[in-house]
């Protein structure tokens, strides 16, 4: 079973940058496709974006698009999520999440971390 560790959130002015880490604790964490949701007050957790295998392989959300960067370390069982241009409507609870296959929804995930709040002030 994967155990997932999120890290790095924080409260960043609209504009600013930060970078959220995600530390798996399994061996063969190779095997898993990581995602990053988030989830607002009052809102459904949404998709942010994910990252194949190997990281050659990526997809974001249309509103994070040219402003955000996942990628993985896998040396470190560590992904991350780089948030550049930060937006008022980024404030959120984010997520890493692990399974075997690609997904772009909740449900196709087994695998959570417990969150890291980041919040965006205007």
């Known amino acids: 079973q994967v155990q997932l560790v999120e890290s790095g959130g924080g409260l960043v002015q609209a504009g600013g940058s930060l970078r959220l880490s995600c530390a798996a604790s399994?061996?063969?964490?190779?095997?898993?496709?990581m995602a990053w949701f988030r989830q607002a007050p009052g809102k459904e957790r949404e998709f942010v974006a994910v990252?194949?295998?190997?990281?050659?392989?990526?997809r974001y959300a249309d509103s994070v698009k040219g402003r955000f960067t996942i990628s993985r370390d896998n040396a470190k069982n560590t992904v991350y999520l780089l948030m550049n241009s930060l937006k008022p409507e980024d404030t959120a609870v984010y997520y890493c999440?692990?399974?075997?296959?690609?997904?772009?929804?909740?449900?196709?995930?087994?695998?959570w971390g417990q969150g890291t709040q980041v919040t965006v002030s205007s």
């Open positions: 999440a692990a399974d075997t296959s690609v997904g772009a929804t909740p449900p196709d995930y087994d695998y």
């Open positions: 399994e061996r063969t964490f190779t095997r898993y496709v």
């Open positions: 990252i194949n295998w190997s990281g050659g392989s990526t």
